[in-house]
């Protein structure tokens, strides 16, 4: 429905109202479905799952698909310039595991999320839920979901 | 300087405040440094010279250095579990080249730069400038610098 224009009045900056509709924006309403391997995957294999499933960041379960690790493009660059055998040297050895993986909730906000991927250098979080044995891996937020919310954070006004 | 709360009264809704808010993001605010190769460099020294520097997607120049191609990790990664040799590939063979790159101004909306990313699926784009021969390049614009975008558009409410 169009709002009503002309009968606003919140005694509110713009930029309050602007820290409020960003406020909105959960990890529920943007993330993406996770693409995950088994820890005893080769680095061969979890980089053709990267291209066939054409994401930037894998992570890796075990087998009771709780979070261990997470491989991104850049360490997948890394070891394929390397001198190993990729088909034999298992994606555990490159990830960064636990428990130095920034995670996040489906409902924390999407800005905290943008925070911690700009401090940390890195493309995409796991979503994750806890679980009495550690976290199981629901989804996955990366720069290109913020980069979506911001494009339809400007494309909800222009459209209504 | 602090705005003055409780005298707002524009007509507008927060809907129009918050897209007026975003349209007043630039590229000009938000872009990086370009980092560039000469056209003449091989696949080795480019994916040596994206580590170097730290970054996703590289941008491949002629001597006149003007824009003539786009080379993203994704492309590196598939060219080095290929069997070619890196230090004899030249970078051109496997870049995206002209004038099939995407490529944005100074003075154009980042949230038009968003758009652009999502409809190629790509990471980055050549801020570019127009001279007599070509375009030259002048920087680049990732999601990364989206996604500080939106969490400063957030910070900088909550830290007046």
Same mark, same amino acid.
């Given at each position: 429905?169009? !709002?009503?224009?002309?009968?606003?009045?919140?005694? $509110?900056?713009?930029?309050?109202?602007?820290?409020?509709?960003?406020? $909105?924006?959960?990890?529920?309403?943007?993330?993406?479905? !996770?693409? +995950? *391997?088994?820890?005893?995957?080769?680095?061969?294999?979890?980089?053709?799952?990267?291209?066939?499933?054409?994401?930037?960041?894998?992570?890796?379960?075990?087998?009771?698909?709780?979070?261990?690790?997470?491989?991104?493009?850049?360490?997948?660059?890394?070891?394929?310039?390397?001198?190993?055998?990729?088909?034999?040297? !298992? *994606?555990?050895?490159?990830?960064?595991?636990?428990?130095? @993986?920034?995670?996040?909730?489906?409902?924390?906000?999407?800005?905290? @999320?943008?925070? $911690?991927?700009?401090?940390?250098?890195?493309?995409?979080? !796991?979503? @994750?839920?806890?679980?009495? $044995?550690?976290? *199981? +891996?629901?989804?996955? *937020?990366?720069?290109?979901?913020?980069?979506?919310?911001? @494009?339809?954070?400007?494309?909800?006004?222009?459209?209504?």
């Amino acid at each position: 429905a169009r !709002p009503r224009v002309g009968y606003f009045y919140t005694g $509110k900056t713009s930029e309050q109202l602007l820290t409020e509709n960003i406020q $909105k924006l959960l990890v529920s309403d943007y993330y993406s479905r !996770p693409v +995950v *391997v088994n820890e005893n995957t080769s680095v061969y294999d979890a980089i053709v799952t990267m291209f066939t499933e054409d994401v930037g960041t894998i992570f890796v379960v075990d087998k009771l698909s709780l979070l261990v690790g997470v491989v991104s493009r850049k360490d997948f660059l890394r070891a394929s310039i390397g001198k190993q055998e990729l088909t034999s040297l !298992p *994606v555990t050895i490159i990830m960064t595991r636990m428990p130095n @993986v920034a995670y996040c909730y489906l409902d924390e906000l999407l800005v905290n @999320v943008g925070k $911690k991927l700009i401090e940390r250098e890195i493309d995409a979080l !796991p979503v @994750v839920k806890d679980s009495e $044995k550690g976290l *199981v +891996v629901v989804g996955r *937020v990366t720069k290109t979901n913020i980069t979506k919310a911001l @494009v339809a954070l400007h494309n909800e006004q222009m459209l209504s």
